[in-house]
């Protein structure tokens, strides 16, 4: 993957009023063993983030996103129990209509300018798809916890763009800084909207479905993505219960970016219970970032590895 070094860093305007210069992963290294000081933080800045890009599922929601969800809902409870291979024509279509509407709706702002869209750098259709799919049947989310947590990945995914953007990164956000600010900011949010139990079934889904993903389009490279979006959902059961029953599967299965992920999920949730205040997340991120905090994939040794199947457990 592309790992781009730092750059002079420019100001930009994010929910904070501070905001952490980035080191390179070599100067990173040598400055965790110092204290962090004033030196660390850049002078206030202002918001250009509106509060619509805040409003969550328990204040401001298209309707049709919930009817969307609860339409397939009903649909997917008398397919679930089938295999792929058992699914006829007609199921088909309607369950290839039923992804797109949803999913276009997640991908799009709604009648009320509020954006529903879960994290899309290296997500597929289909990803999203066995995600859906697993996480209506299986995972024991409610139509507002799924739509609760695509809302919070907005503003997550706008503060990682800025953090990138103010860094020398372009629109690159992953595998740095700004991705363990987006994942870490997603989970806190969640954590604090929904609970960490909540926050975390429905990011360990989302690892989770990325691996089914690369899995239904290896192993079944002849279907639909409808298709494979039930093959998929099928295996993260499997994946999540021997991921978290043996370091080795756990190690063979998870390349470093989800490591880097796992770990900063957790880290979100774990500081979404301490006394922040509602959305300031980037207050706990930086507090975090010299001391619990992934930065780049290239960096995560043994210890991180090690620390990612112990929270992924």
């Given at each position: 993957?592309?790992?781009?070094?730092?750059?002079?860093?420019?100001?930009?305007?994010?929910?904070?009023?501070?905001?952490?210069?980035?080191?390179?992963?070599?100067?990173?290294?040598?400055?965790?063993?110092?204290?962090?000081?004033?030196?660390?933080?850049?002078?206030?800045?202002?918001?250009?983030?509106?509060?619509?890009?805040?409003?969550?599922?328990?204040?401001?929601?298209?309707?049709?996103?919930?009817?969307?969800?609860?339409?397939?809902?009903?649909?997917?409870?008398?397919?679930?129990?089938?295999?792929?291979?058992?699914?006829?024509?007609?199921?088909?279509?309607?369950?290839?209509?039923?992804?797109?509407?949803?999913?276009?709706?997640?991908?799009?702002?709604?009648?009320?300018?509020?954006?529903?869209?879960?994290?899309?750098?290296?997500?597929?259709?289909?990803?999203?798809?066995?995600?859906?799919?697993?996480?209506?049947?299986?995972?024991?989310?409610?139509?507002?916890?799924?739509?609760?947590?695509?809302?919070?990945?907005?503003?997550?995914?706008?503060?990682?763009?800025?953090?990138?953007?103010?860094?020398?990164?372009?629109?690159?956000?992953?595998?740095?800084?700004?991705?363990?600010?987006?994942?870490?900011?997603?989970?806190?949010?969640?954590?604090?909207?929904?609970?960490?139990?909540?926050?975390?079934?429905?990011?360990?889904?989302?690892?989770?479905?990325?691996?089914?993903?690369?899995?239904?389009?290896?192993?079944?490279?002849?279907?639909?993505?409808?298709?494979?979006?039930?093959?998929?959902?099928?295996?993260?059961?499997?994946?999540?219960?021997?991921?978290?029953?043996?370091?080795s599967s756990f190690n063979a299965t998870f390349n470093n970016s989800s490591i880097m992920d796992i770990n900063n999920n957790s880290q979100g949730r774990?500081?979404?219970?301490?006394?922040?205040?509602?959305?300031?997340?980037?207050?706990?991120?930086?507090?975090?970032?010299?001391?619990?905090?992934?930065?780049?994939?290239?960096?995560?040794?043994?210890?991180?590895?090690?620390?990612?199947?112990?929270?992924?457990?």
């Amino acid at each position: 993957m592309l790992i781009l070094s730092a750059k002079k860093v420019t100001a930009v305007s994010i929910l904070v009023a501070t905001i952490l210069n980035v080191p390179t992963y070599a100067s990173a290294q040598e400055e965790k063993i110092k204290s962090v000081t004033d030196a660390v933080y850049q002078e206030d800045i202002t918001s250009e983030l509106v509060d619509s890009d805040f409003d969550f599922i328990s204040e401001a929601i298209d309707s049709s996103a919930i009817q969307a969800l609860e339409d397939y809902k009903v649909f997917y409870s008398n397919i679930a129990l089938k295999d792929y291979s058992e699914l006829t024509p007609e199921e088909i279509d309607q369950m290839t209509v039923h992804l797109n509407k949803i999913i276009s709706i997640l991908d799009s702002h709604n009648e009320n300018g509020n954006l529903i869209q879960p994290m899309g750098y290296d997500e597929s259709a289909l990803s999203k798809m066995i995600e859906l799919n697993y996480s209506l049947y299986n995972s024991g989310l409610s139509t507002l916890d799924i739509l609760e947590g695509a809302n919070a990945a907005t503003p997550a995914r706008k503060a990682g763009e800025a953090y990138a953007l103010a860094h020398g990164w372009g629109t690159t956000t992953w595998d740095n800084p700004a991705d363990a600010l987006r994942h870490f900011s997603w989970n806190f949010l969640m954590g604090q909207r929904i609970g960490v139990i909540t926050a975390r079934s429905i990011a360990d889904t989302h690892e989770a479905a990325l691996v089914a993903a690369k899995r239904a389009m290896a192993e079944m490279p002849g279907l639909s993505k409808t298709e494979q979006s039930v093959y998929g959902a099928a295996l993260i059961n499997d994946i999540i219960t021997y991921t978290r029953a043996s370091y080795s599967s756990f190690n063979a299965t998870f390349n470093n970016s989800s490591i880097m992920d796992i770990n900063n999920n957790s880290q979100g949730r774990k500081y979404s219970q301490r006394s922040y205040a509602i959305d300031d997340y980037m207050a706990a991120f930086n507090d975090a970032y010299w001391s619990d905090i992934e930065w780049y994939d290239t960096g995560v040794g043994t210890a991180d590895r090690e620390r990612a199947f112990g929270v992924w457990q």
